[in-house]
């Protein structure tokens, strides 16, 4: 008997992802995790929310461009935040950024993203998924973590607990964060910015630049203004989540969860991972601009970030 859901269709492209694995960059395994960790930590807290006596809900699946199908085989409740996939349960529209029960039987199915690029759907409890190195996140990369290290495909089963509830809550509308085609991105310079003259710091800072159409779970390469380092190269070393690395042809490429552990680009600094986050909303063609700030205007961003999130008070619906 199966407890928790069937893939009927997989979509583009499905990932079970937690909050990442962290610790192993000595043994050449990158941290994975949800692209868009501030959805992913929504769509959880909305499922745990729902039923209090429910374990954590600290697993769930990144959906990238849309497409999923599920059948439920369980009483439980979901929740899917983030990009503007169309949700349907028995073919019946369902507001996302809010839980929802389903029941065994139930047909779940994700549209194509209007607005944004992933979508996360979590359940109540977590899927049930063994851990690989500390943590779940698949990265295909390295054919580790899900249920095989690959993609959900058709018929893969996820399991999960079941759990019942009343009582649903959602994320009020101004709370939700807006999705655009445009972003100004916050970026600490690193110790290279001295291979970067001047005028090629200005040059960055001042130019816009376009989401290519070769953007993955590894990188996002931007078009633009070229910008040159006055090294070809620097040994290999470790990368950080956020890299903006330059390599030959000057076109940035911005370091992602699923990232290289070691390489040796020149790299102009980092982005903060609340920027990350919404780069990984933006489609191909969309804008993208660069701000220089500090290390303590980030870590200040950050805890305010981390500071509104926990305060803000889901809905009763």
């Known amino acids: 008997m199966i ?11 499905t990932l079970i992802q937690d909050a990442g694995r962290f610790g192993f960059h000595g043994i050449g395994l990158t941290n994975g995790g949800p692209l868009d960790s501030l959805a992913f930590r929504w769509a959880t807290r909305l499922c745990g929310a729902a039923v209090e006596n429910a374990a954590s809900s600290d697993t769930a699946l990144e959906i990238s461009i849309g497409g999923l199908s599920l059948e439920a085989y369980v009483d439980t409740v979901i929740a899917v935040t983030g990009a ?16 929802h029960s389903v029941k065994a039987g139930d047909y779940i199915e994700l549209g194509y993203a209007q607005q944004g690029c992933r979508s996360y759907l979590a359940v109540s409890g977590g899927f049930d998924i063994s851990h690989s190195f500390g943590s779940a996140a698949t990265v295909s990369r390295e054919s580790i973590g899900g249920l095989s290290g690959e993609p959900l495909q058709q018929n893969d089963v ?13 994320v009020a509308d101004n709370d939700r964060p807006q ?3 445009a972003l100004t991105a916050r970026v600490i310079l690193g110790y290279q910015q001295e291979t970067f003259s001047e005028v090629q710091q200005r040059l960055f800072f001042t130019s816009d630049y376009t989401v290519s159409d070769r953007c993955d779970r590894m990188g996002y390469r931007l078009t633009g203004q070229s910008i040159q380092s006055s090294v070809e190269g620097i040994l290999s070393e470790g990368i950080c989540h956020g890299a903006i690395q330059i390599p030959a042809d000057g076109q940035p490429i911005v370091l992602m969860n699923d990232r290289q ?5 020149p790299k102009i600094g980092s982005m903060i991972s609340i920027d990350t986050a919404r780069l990984a909303q933006l489609s ?5 601009c660069f701000e220089p700030i500090s290390m303590e205007q980030a870590h200040s961003l ?4 981390e500071a509104n999130f926990q305060q803000i008070s889901l809905q009763r619906c």
């Open 84 to 99: 503007d996939m169309p949700l349907t349960i028995n073919g019946q529209p369902c507001q996302l950024w809010q839980s």
């Open 179 to 181: 999705y655009g085609n």
């Open 302 to 305: 950050l805890h305010f970030a």
């Open 158 to 170: 996820l399991p999960c607990a079941g759990y019942h509830t009343a009582q649903h809550y959602a």
């Open 284 to 288: 191909a063609g969309a804008k993208v």
């Open 3 to 13: 407890s928790g859901f069937k893939v009927i269709n997989p979509g583009i492209l």
């Open 261 to 265: 552990t070691i390489g040796g680009y």
